[in-house]
């Protein structure tokens, strides 16, 4: 799927979600799920990488850093129904649900430590946490 229609699906789905959201918040929490599913990655600049734009890769960065440090905003409370969607249906159709957890040094004195759901040769975040 082209990135621009993954974008918009997600922005739909979103909306529908967080009605009461300011737009620019949802439009950058949608950017940070398209680019972590099309870089296959949680890393903030290859996550950055992928969403099209003539801004610069630094911009797009700190974009996202501000989202996921905006204290009005509960990353979780966001993902949770998303993370319900994409489990109840996995559920339903395979009877199964395949978890992957990874702990991974992120920094010096930081592991981040993350679940995923198996999906298609993809992984899909569900929770995390860095400890």
């Given at each position: 799927m082209p990135i621009n229609q993954l974008y918009h699906?997600?922005?739909q789905q979103i909306r529908e979600l967080r009605p009461d959201q300011r737009i620019t918040q949802v439009r950058n929490?949608?950017?940070?799920?398209?680019?972590?599913?099309?870089?296959?990655?949680?890393t903030l600049s290859r996550v950055a990488?992928?969403?099209?734009?003539?801004?610069?890769?630094?911009?797009f960065t700190r974009?996202?850093?501000?989202?996921?440090?905006?204290?009005?905003i509960s990353v979780r409370e966001w993902y949770e129904p998303i993370a319900r969607q994409l489990l109840g249906p996995q559920f339903r159709h395979l009877g199964k649900i395949r978890l992957?957890?990874?702990?991974?040094?992120?920094?010096?004195?930081?592991l981040l430590l993350?679940?995923?759901?198996?999906?298609r040769k993809r992984v899909i975040p569900i929770a995390w946490t860095s400890i």
């Open positions: 699906t997600w922005n929490f949608v950017w940070l799920i398209v680019g972590i599913h099309q870089s296959r990655s949680v990488g992928k969403i099209p734009g003539s801004a610069k890769l630094l911009s974009r996202l850093n501000r989202l996921l440090n905006n204290s009005a992957i957890v990874d702990g991974t040094k992120i920094g010096f004195g930081h993350i679940v995923c759901l198996a999906y």
